[in-house]
């Protein structure tokens, strides 16, 4: 996928201003940048939910894509699987779908729903939906918030595993990410008005 020039400002102040990124399919991408400087507006572009005011994007129309978002939306009347199976259908087994749950999910929780989750657990099930969806670029916007070390190595082990073969673009603050994830790091340049 190649994006090329692309620019868009809100209320005349200027978010992305002419970005040019190359991103090939089956590899990983951690973007690094501070808040506020386009890395949520670049991924609302690339998702269709918000319009550039100019540039180009080649490549995306024959991808599928799935996101995990800042926020997690999720159906919070139900259960982690019911979350996941609504965008998998029956691509998995339930045994299937229990045993990945199981992997970042403790055995309790998957009869409840998702509304008695803590917001750790939240997150989980919110990345365990994107990567589990039938999809072959994966967006996930700053995963990782609110995950203690020993859970986000957990959860960066599946996304290697799930990510296989896909293009991933992922927002983090942290360099480490990058590494832990064997990804290339793309640093999003800051513009000041």
């Known amino acids: 996928m190649k994006i090329t020039n692309l620019c868009k400002s809100y209320n005349g102040e200027v978010v992305l201003n002419n970005l040019s990124l190359t991103l090939e399919h089956g590899k990983r991408y951690c973007l690094m940048a501070p808040s506020g400087s386009g890395k ?61 749950l199981l992997r970042l999910l403790p055995a309790e929780s998957l009869s409840k729903p998702i509304r008695e989750f803590s917001g750790g ?41 799930y990510t296989e073969g896909k293009l991933l673009l992922l927002s983090t603050h942290y360099e480490e990410d990058a590494e832990l994830l064997d990804a290339e790091l793309l640093h999003l340049p800051v513009h000041t008005t």
């Open 121 to 161: 657990m939240k997150r989980r099930t919110a990345i365990l939906r994107a990567l589990l969806a039938p999809s072959d670029f994966i967006i996930m916007d700053e995963p990782f918030t609110g995950l203690d070390t020993e859970t986000k190595r957990n959860v960066i082990e599946l996304i290697k595993e």
């Open 40 to 100: 949520t507006t670049l991924f609302r572009i690339l998702m269709g939910f918000e319009t550039p005011d100019s540039g180009q994007i080649d490549g995306l129309e024959q991808m599928t894509l799935a996101a995990v978002f800042q926020e997690d939306r999720l159906l919070e009347g139900y259960t982690a699987l019911e979350n996941i199976r609504f965008v998998t259908g029956n691509q998995y087994s339930g045994q299937e779908l229990d045993r990945i």
